[in-house]
């Protein structure tokens, strides 16, 4: 198995947005990346963010509609390079585990996956260094979009795998493709 390099973020659902980006705000003396009346995205270091709140608006109860629960949407981890998250997407796949979301998010290549309970995990390589994933969060590419593209991982595992350039499928069709050193790395 490649394992994870690290521990990337996690996302909250929340019905108390404000107080819950006050209080993570405070607790960790994070700063804003990125926020709307939707969503917002903190950090404390230089990852681009290891914090983000789904603002689930005021409970109401009794109207019948279906509501997303609150709590951890899902936990995030990063792999080092392409090669070790489509050998675990290919291992996975192989297993019958088929992501349930796939997101070119602009700052990462992302794929999440339900457990039995439905808890989401979210496995991902960065595709721009700290410092361009920052500035590519504050863009107005991003403030438009801030959750992403589709992808297909069959489509980029089949190129990479003939060693075709597979930048233009990692990248957001808002975004130029740039170098990136998850494509070298294991």
Same mark, same amino acid.
């Given at each position: /198995? $490649?394992? #994870?390099?690290?521990?990337?973020?996690?996302?909250?659902?929340?019905?108390?947005?404000?107080? /819950? %980006?006050? +209080?993570?705000? =405070?607790?960790?003396?994070? @700063?804003?990346?990125?926020?709307?009346?939707?969503?917002?995205?903190?950090?404390?270091?230089?990852?681009?963010?290891?914090?983000?709140?789904? =603002?689930? *608006?005021?409970?109401?109860?009794?109207?019948?509609? &279906?509501?997303?629960?609150?709590? $951890?949407?899902? $936990?995030?981890? @990063? +792999?080092?390079?392409?090669?070790?998250?489509?050998? @675990?997407?290919?291992?996975?796949?192989? =297993?019958?585990?088929?992501? $349930?979301? &796939?997101?070119?998010?602009?700052? @990462?290549?992302? /794929?999440?996956?339900?457990?039995?309970?439905? =808890? &989401?995990?979210?496995?991902?390589?960065?595709?721009?260094?700290?410092?361009? !994933?920052? !500035?590519? /969060?504050?863009?107005?590419?991003?403030?438009?979009?801030?959750?992403?593209?589709?992808?297909? #991982?069959?489509?980029?595992?089949?190129?990479? &795998?003939? *060693?075709?350039?597979?930048?233009?499928? %990692?990248?957001?069709?808002?975004?130029? #493709?740039?170098?990136?050193?998850?494509?070298?790395?294991?």
């Amino acid at each position: /198995m $490649v394992a #994870p390099s690290k521990f990337a973020h996690v996302v909250y659902a929340t019905h108390h947005y404000d107080e /819950m %980006i006050e +209080w993570y705000t =405070n607790v960790f003396e994070a @700063t804003t990346q990125h926020t709307n009346d939707k969503l917002t995205f903190l950090t404390y270091d230089d990852e681009h963010h290891r914090f983000a709140f789904i =603002n689930l *608006g005021p409970p109401s109860e009794g109207d019948g509609r &279906r509501h997303e629960p609150v709590g $951890v949407h899902h $936990v995030a981890y @990063t +792999w080092d390079g392409i090669d070790g998250l489509l050998a @675990t997407y290919e291992r996975l796949r192989d =297993n019958g585990i088929l992501p $349930v979301v &796939r997101l070119r998010h602009g700052m @990462t290549l992302s /794929m999440y996956y339900e457990d039995p309970d439905g =808890n &989401r995990s979210e496995f991902q390589i960065d595709v721009l260094d700290p410092d361009a !994933a920052n !500035a590519f /969060m504050e863009s107005p590419a991003f403030a438009a979009n801030p959750i992403g593209e589709d992808f297909d #991982p069959e489509e980029i595992l089949t190129a990479h &795998r003939s *060693g075709k350039d597979v930048l233009a499928m %990692i990248f957001r069709s808002d975004q130029e #493709p740039v170098p990136v050193p998850a494509l070298s790395g294991n």
